[in-house]
């Protein structure tokens, strides 16, 4: 079972966290991804994030500055979100996989089982 918390609205510029919580498994053997959707436009994969974080993997539109982690010990994920501009207006989804690796697959929708409700963020002046 997959839930996100946080997300609200924000001012360009401004920060939020997302918050995902995963419950049932043992997280470490999970990849965490983080999705997209705005208003009439596709499923965007915005980040993934194997159990060693070595190799967390970012969408260009969010690079440097979107930031994935994760508590396996708390069975938690965090998308740190900073700079925000209007164009990341969208419902925001955490997804999580049972392998050890994001792969070629991170971005899409097809990579992951389990899925959480969606939360919206929405940046606007």
């Known amino acids: 079972h997959v839930v996100e918390l946080g997300g609200g609205s924000v001012h360009p510029g401004g920060s939020l966290r997302l918050s995902c919580a995963v419950s049932?498994?043992?997280?470490?053997?999970?990849?965490i991804g983080w999705f997209r959707q705005a208003p009439g436009k596709e499923l965007e994969g915005v980040s993934c994030?194997?159990?060693?974080?070595?190799?967390?993997r970012y969408a260009d539109s969010v690079k440097g500055r979107f930031t994935s982690s994760r508590d396996n010990a708390k069975n938690m994920a965090y998308l740190q979100m900073d700079s925000l501009k209007p164009a990341d207006t969208a419902v925001y989804y955490c997804?999580?996989?049972?392998?050890?690796?994001?792969?070629?697959?991170?971005?899409?929708?097809?990579?992951?089982?389990?899925w959480g409700q969606g939360t919206q963020v929405t940046v606007s002046s």
């Open positions: 994030i194997p159990s060693s974080v070595d190799s967390t």
């Open positions: 049932g498994v043992t997280l470490d053997y999970y990849i």
């Open positions: 997804a999580a996989d049972p392998r050890l690796h994001c792969g070629t697959i991170w971005n899409l929708k097809t990579g992951f089982a389990s």
